[in-house]
């Protein structure tokens, strides 16, 4: 009987220390197997040499070189209107009538007059050189020719007003009148803008002031026309700094050829002030902020390995850097937000020789650093 408890005691033991062991075991195993980090499927690029602008960007509101208001110069009923808002007129150009028949009337009543005088002021001529008439007399005839002759050119010259002539060439921007208005001396009739060439104002902060200088190209967007740029140049630059806001003016004058161009217009201006050749560039999307320093992750033998950067100017595709990177290395520019230094990697795609910004390969506005 005791033989058998024994025995039956031993087997339980048995049992028991070979459960331990398995545990043992399979505890080691599900360690090793915590430790294993799956490699993170990223796609990359290779850094390479190339050119790249540095690039002052702006906003600017578009207006005109200059803008005319057309004022009647005398009153009367309009009775002919020659253009419409919108119509490109040249300076001389007529753009509408006053009705002429009451200045005409004046008109001949005071060339009468004038005639008359004419003929009296010879005759008192002729006593006056022969001492028949007194010189009071013959002055006072001299003074009144002198003023009805004025009063005759001075009906003449309003009778010329009652055509309305452009004063500037341009675009009919605003008609204020219709026919059959009777308009007064100083009414506005119409306004006059000249887009020829229109012009963008730059606000530029004091501390660029060095950058820009007069003939410098200029790139132009608008939000109106988006899919469009427009070329134009510096006109020239204020030498005085605004003491409230810290800035200059830099005028800029926009070449349109099409008419496309509206002032009040809201525009984009990107300047180039600097190229840099041969110089170290990678996708923009590949540079990671790591608390205020730049990095980027460079592939070795499938391991990523974090490279902290100096970067210097970028574009919309690009970003140059100062310090490194060599050119031909293989860098993360997808999925590397979620790697860490010397993380295994998957690389899922082959990298370009020529890299695009992956991000956001659309962009291609350049900015200063």
């Known amino acids: 009987m005791m033989h058998r408890k024994y025995l039956a005691l031993s087997v339980l033991l048995a049992i028991l220390a070979g459960c331990q062991a398995s545990d043992k075991v399979g505890g080691k195993n599900a360690e090793e197997d915590d ?6 499927p990223v796609e990359v690029a290779t850094s390479h040499t190339g050119s790249i602008d540095a690039v002052y960007t702006g906003t600017a509101t578009l207006e005109a070189d200059g803008e005319a208001q057309v004022t009647a110069k005398v009153s009367g009923e309009l009775i002919d209107l020659l253009v419409e808002e919108g119509d490109v007129v040249t300076a001389g150009q007529a753009l509408a009538n006053i009705d002429r028949a009451r200045l005409e009337l004046e008109l001949r009543r005071a060339k009468a007059n004038l005639d008359k005088l004419r003929q009296d002021y010879q005759r008192n001529l002729e006593l006056h050189d022969k001492g028949l008439l007194p010189a009071g007399t013959f002055e006072g005839m001299k003074f009144d020719l002198d003023s009805l002759t004025a009063a005759y050119d001075l009906v003449k010259l309003d009778l010329s007003y009652t055509s309305i002539k452009a004063p ?13 208005n009777n308009v007064a001396i100083g009414q506005p009739l119409f306004t006059i803008t000249d887009l020829d060439p229109l012009l ?25 026309l988006p899919r469009r740029s427009f070329g134009g140049q510096i006109a020239r630059i204020s030498p005085v700094v605004d003491a409230a806001t810290g800035t200059f003016k830099v005028t800029i004058e926009l070449q349109d050829k099409t008419g496309a161009l509206k002032p009040g217009m809201f525009g984009r201006v990107a300047i180039v002030y600097e190229t840099f050749e041969n110089t170290v560039l990678v996708p923009r999307n590949a540079i990671v902020d790591s608390d205020g320093s730049a990095s980027v992750f460079v592939v070795e033998d499938k391991v990523a390995k974090q490279r902290f950067v100096k970067t210097g100017h970028l574009n919309g595709a690009d970003v140059q850097i100062v310090s490194g990177l060599e050119p031909g290395e293989t860098i993360v520019v997808i999925g590397q937000n979620g790697l860490k230094d010397n993380g295994p990697v998957k690389v899922v795609n082959a990298p370009e020789k020529d890299p695009v910004d992956l991000a956001n390969p659309q962009s291609a506005v350049a900015q200063s650093d």
């Open 35 to 40: 430790k294993k980090v799956e490699p993170v």
């Open 168 to 180: 500037i060439g341009g675009v009919v921007s605003e008609r204020h009148i219709k026919v059959g």
């Open 200 to 224: 963008a104002y730059l606000h530029v902060p004091e501390k660029d002031f060095q950058k820009l200088v007069a003939q410098q190209r200029v790139d132009l967007r608008v939000d109106a």
